[in-house]
C-alpha cells in the first residue's frame, strides 16, 4: 500500500502520534486492511502526512506492540497475519464485555512496553546461570545490587549513600514491615486518603493508625506518634506534589516530636509535566526512612524494593533479618541487577513516561472539567460527588472496566470520585473506557 486514508486534527488535544494510531486501528478492525497487507514506511507515511518521523514510527511501535501490526526485518511493516484475539471495541459503542471478567483501572498497574521483552528473558536467563550462595543469603541483600541501586539513588532521587545504606526487600509492604520492627511502640500518622495497603500493614502490627488530612499531614502535630508515613512525590491517590515548604514542615515537625518520616517514593520515575522532584529524604538522612520498589517501573509481581533508613533503624533492620534469615529471593536479585546493568529499567521507565503522557492528555481531555489540573504517573483523580461518582462507576462495569471510586482509599475523610488508572490497559481499551465515563459525566 503506498497510503493511508488518515486524516489528523493538529489543532486538537490528543497527540499525533495517538491520533494515527487509534485511526489505523480503526482501518484494521473495520477490515480496510487487510491481514498481511504491507503499510507506508514510517518516513513515507510521515512525508505525505507532513509530520515528524518520530509521530508515525510511534504509531506503528504501539500498533506492534499490542498486536495489530508487525515488522519484517528488511521487508518493512505489515497488518499482522494472526493479530489479537479480539478486537477492541470502538470508543463511540463501547460494548459490554458480558461474561468476562472486569479490566481494572487502578492506580498501581503499570504500563510495559512488551518490545522489551527479550530483555527480561535475557535477565532470567543469566540468573539462572549464575551460581547461588552456598548458604543463606545476605539479609541486606546482594551486595553488587545493592552498589548498583545506590548509584542509582544518587542519579535518580539526589539521594548520596553508600551501598551498605541500601537494604534490599520484597516490596514497599515488606519494607514497611521491617521499619515497624523497629520502631519504638507507638502510634503512626497516615495520610487520610492514602495507601491501603501500608494501612493494613500497619495494623496487622497491632499499632494504632491515626488519620490525618492527606494535604494537611505536612503540618500536623506529630508528638503523639512515634512515625509518620507520607508519599511527598505524588501524593497517593489525590496527586498533588508535596510543596517544598511543606516539606521543610514535615521535618521540623518530626524533629520536634522525635518521629521518623517515611517516605514512600513509588512513582516518582513518572512525572512528564515536570522533572522529577528530589526525594524528601536527601533534605534529611537522619529523620527518614526511604521506600522505593521496582512494582512500577519492572512489574508488581517481581516483588522487589529497598529501604534506606537512618543508621540506627537500619541497623535494627539488619539484626532482626539476620535472626529471622529474612532475604529476598535470590533468583529474583539476580534477574533485576542483570536489568539495571543493561539499561533496561531506564529503557521501561522512558517509554512509560512518554505513554503515560500521552494518556495522561487523552484522559485530560476526555473528563474536562472533571480533572483539575496537571495529571501524574499512571492514573488520574476525578473529585466528583458521591451519587454521579458512583453512577460513573456502574456505567463503566457494564461496559467492561472496574474503575475503583476515591472512597476506597478514604477512611475518615469524605470524599468521593474516580481514580481512572490508564497503566494496566491499551490505547484502545482506554479510549472506550474513557467513552463511557464522559457519557455519564455529560
Known sequence: MDTLVVELDRAGGVPLGAQLSIQVRRLVTGGLLAPGERLPSSRALARELGVARSVTEHAYGQLVAEGWLEGRAGSGTFVAVSGPVAAPPRPQRAPARAGRELLRLDAGTPWIDPRHRPAWRRAWREAGAATPPRGYDDPRGLPELRAALAARLARSRGLDVD?????????????????????????????????????????????????????????????????????????????????????????????????????????????????PIPALASLDRDRVAYLGTASKSVAPSLRLGWLVAPAPLRERVERHRDRTHDAVSWPVQRAYLSLLRDGYVDRVVRSARRTYAERAERVAGALAPYVDGPVAGMYATVVLPRALAESAQQAARRAGFDVPLLSDYCRTAELHGLIVGFGGCTDAELDTALAVLARALA
Open 163 to 275: 551501598p551498605d545504606d541500601v537494604l534490599v526487600t520484597s516490596g514497599t509492604t515488606d519494607g514497611l514491615r521491617h521499619l515497624l520492627t523497629a520502631l519504638p511502640p507507638g502510634d503512626l500518622a497516615m495520610e487520610d486518603p492514602g495507601y491501603r495497603a501500608a494501612v493494613e500493614t500497619v495494623r496487622a502490627t497491632g499499632r494504632r493508625v491515626v488519620d490525618v488530612p492527606a494535604l494537611a499531614l505536612p503540618r500536623a502535630d506529630l508528638g503523639a506518634v512515634v512515625a509518620a508515613y507520607v508519599t511527598p512525590a505524588h501524593q497517593h491517590p489525590l496527586g498533588p506534589v508535596m510543596s517544598g515548604r511543606d516539606r521543610l514542615a514535615l521535618l521540623e515537625a518530626a524533629r520536634v516530636a522525635g518521629a521518623v518520616v517515611i517516605e514512600d517514593d513509588y512513582d516518582s520515575e513518572f512525572r512528564y509535566d515536570v522533572a
